[in-house]
């Protein structure tokens, strides 16, 4: 081969090879990465967009150091002492960990500061939120939040002192609390299904999109680009060898 037939032949797969690199191993997976994690995000935005669930039922809440702690047992069986402060909170919430607390910081000094203490009895500050026009059931209108300061037995629970206070109550054959105040009328711890704000149609697929067009940013395809370089090692070898053995004859 002469010798400006190398350097000639090693220019022009270089500049061809430049035009549609292959892609390296290491690019490829990125490529691949790239388009997963879209796909994962696609995936976690069409799971957000799924209909979100709860159930709307009353919430029962202890404040305990200035804070409301979801209480531990129902109204029909907490025994409060003197001085206690109980919240309940009508809305839908997906579980006691989602659940939503009463509105309000009013503590028992407040609430009943014109209840005196009376041998033989106690005094449970009550805090009742009937929520918001959000979490009514349809044709309901929930009343205004109250505070109240019931005074019960030594051994009352917590349900003789919202019985005291917010008649009527209303239970199911569980024991589960479905009205104060006589709110909500109908309905007790039903779950509740909210509309779909995106949905899963078009999620997987928009994630294989997204990675296709991934793949086209990067130009040439690696498969593609290997192949061409292939070819036009050959094509350029070939004259390369006719013009040698011309130059020879």
Known sequence: MARG???????????????????????????RDTAGVRAEAAGVRTAAAQAESGYRYWSFWERKD????????????LRPDDGSVLGFRFAVSEDSAEATKPRGAAGFGTICADTEP???????ALVVDFGTAADAPAGETPPKSRTACA????????GDALAAEAKPLRYNSDALLCA???????GCGEQ????????SDGGAESGREDAAEGDADGGMPAGLGIAAGAGAVLVLGAAAFWQTRRRRG
């Open 192 to 199: 509740i299904s909210g509309k779909r704000k995106g949905g």
């Open 180 to 186: 104060i105040a006589g709110y909500p009328e109908s």
């Open 5 to 31: 037939a190398v350097p000639a032949l090693l220019a022009a797969l270089a500049a061809l090879l430049a035009v549609a690199p292959p892609a390296p191993a290491a690019d490829a997976a990125g490529v």
């Open 66 to 77: 200035g804070a409301w702690a979801y209480a531990s047992q129902g109204p029909s069986f």
């Open 151 to 158: 005074r019960i037995g030594e051994d009352g629970s917590a």
């Open 118 to 124: 009376e041998p033989g009895s106690k005094r449970v």
